[in-house]
């Protein structure tokens, strides 16, 4: 069965880092797209952070470009997202979703919450 | 960054049709489509459907998914209670590089 796990959230201070990991289960996770997608409390789903099924090619949302690294390491089979540089804008449940032909594939999110 | 337009909620009666929007522009839902996703509260999203109209295996019958130009657009017949839930578009943007969501249209089935 193919699974999706995220860890690695908590509360962390604005202008902190926090890095999360997203470990695959049944799903080679080098074999496809990766992504991360947030979602705010009681808000929508935001994209956050791509990384191509061969690790090439990394994309970024504007809101996050410049604080936020996504890698994978193959040998784990795990997915992270480095972040840093945290503001109260960041809070949300953190997503993994697995790219085939979409977003088909979804961990069952791990919370970040920023606060001083 | 821009997003795609869902209209925030569409209420419908039991077995009744509803048909769920998301307006993106050429570079978004009019160059690969969209995808739509379901979400129960508490509950992480679940794909519906790809690239406009390609179901996974295992997602009803009753739900499909089009594309008009710019306009992608899910249709769910015979409407039941577990269909109440939010639904999100998503498409590729060429001109960000990036995915862009829409704001999630909330269902409910009277």
């Known amino acids: 069965q193919e699974q999706l796990v995220e860890s690695g959230g908590g509360v962390v201070q604005p202008g902190r880092s926090l890095r999360l990991s997203c470990a695959g289960s049944g799903i080679t996770l080098s074999h496809h797209g990766m992504h991360w997608v947030r979602q705010a409390p009681g808000k929508g789903l935001e994209w956050v952070a791509g990384?191509?099924?061969?690790?090439?090619?990394?994309w970024y949302a504007g809101s996050v470009k410049g604080r936020f690294t996504i890698s994978r390491d193959s040998s784990k089979n795990t997915l992270y997202l480095q972040m840093n540089s945290l503001t109260t804008d960041d809070t949300a449940v953190y997503y993994c979703?697995?790219?085939?032909?979409?977003?088909?594939?979804w961990g069952q999110g791990t919370m970040v919450t920023v606060s001083s | 960054q821009a997003g795609l337009t869902q209209p925030p909620s569409v209420s419908r009666g039991l077995g009744q049709i509803a048909t769920l929007t998301c307006t993106g522009d050429?570079?978004?839902?009019?160059?690969?489509?969209a995808t739509w996703l379901q979400q129960y509260q508490g509950q992480p999203p679940k794909l519906l459907s790809y690239?406009?109209?390609n179901r996974p295996s295992g997602i009803s019958e009753r739900l499909s998914a089009s594309r008009s130009g710019n306009t992608a657009s899910l249709t769910i017949t015979g409407l039941q209670p577990e269909d109440e839930a939010d639904y999100y578009c998503?498409?590729?943007?060429?001109?960000?590089?990036?995915?862009?969501f829409g704001g999630g249209t909330k269902l409910t089935v009277l």
């Open positions: 050429s570079n978004s839902v009019g160059y690969q489509g």
């Open positions: 990384l191509s099924h061969n690790g090439r090619d990394t």
């Open positions: 690239r406009s109209n």
């Open positions: 998503s498409a590729w943007d060429s001109s960000l590089s990036g995915w862009v």
């Open positions: 979703a697995k790219e085939t032909e979409s977003f088909d594939i």
